[in-house]
């Protein structure tokens, strides 16, 4: 399945109204989307990917697709097996990693 968007690609609409277009935050959320949209397990889950990633519908639809809340669910199911077998050590690298990525997505638009 592939998007007829680049999501890479962000115009002046943010996906989120709290996360300014163009910023870090936008363009991981875009990707994460598109990333998404690819695995998306019915075509009308990709449908609403695109829908999101053009500018057609809200980030906030999701809430309501079976096919994202399935695709979640079985994301963090695998995301808790996966943690589980973390050492202390493993734990507070992922930890650090993720506090820095958390920075990162706070950073400004790119000037234009």
Same mark, same amino acid.
């Given at each position: 399945?592939? &998007?007829?968007?680049?999501?890479?690609? /962000? @115009?002046?609409? /943010?996906? $989120?109204? +709290? *996360?300014?277009?163009?910023? %870090?935050? @936008?363009?991981?959320?875009?990707?994460? $989307?598109?990333?998404?949209?690819?695995?998306?397990?019915?075509?009308?889950?990709?449908? $609403?990917?695109?829908? *999101?990633?053009?500018?057609?519908? &809200?980030?906030?639809?999701?809430? !309501?697709?079976?096919?994202?809340?399935?695709?979640? &669910?079985?994301? %963090?199911?695998?995301?808790?097996?996966?943690?589980?077998? $973390?050492? @202390?050590? !493993?734990?507070?690298?992922?930890?650090?990693?993720?506090?820095?990525? +958390?920075?990162?997505?706070? !950073?400004?638009? !790119?000037?234009?």
């Amino acid at each position: 399945m592939s &998007s007829p968007h680049d999501p890479t690609t /962000p @115009d002046d609409t /943010p996906l $989120l109204g +709290a *996360i300014p277009a163009g910023s %870090v935050a @936008d363009r991981t959320l875009r990707q994460a $989307l598109a990333t998404l949209r690819e695995q998306a397990p019915d075509e009308q889950t990709a449908r $609403l990917y695109d829908d *999101i990633l053009a500018g057609r519908r &809200s980030a906030r639809d999701l809430l !309501e697709s079976p096919g994202f809340a399935a695709a979640a &669910s079985r994301g %963090v199911e695998q995301y808790r097996h996966w943690t589980a077998d $973390l050492d @202390d050590d !493993e734990r507070a690298e992922l930890d650090e990693a993720a506090r820095a990525q +958390a920075d990162r997505l706070t !950073e400004p638009a !790119e000037p234009v």
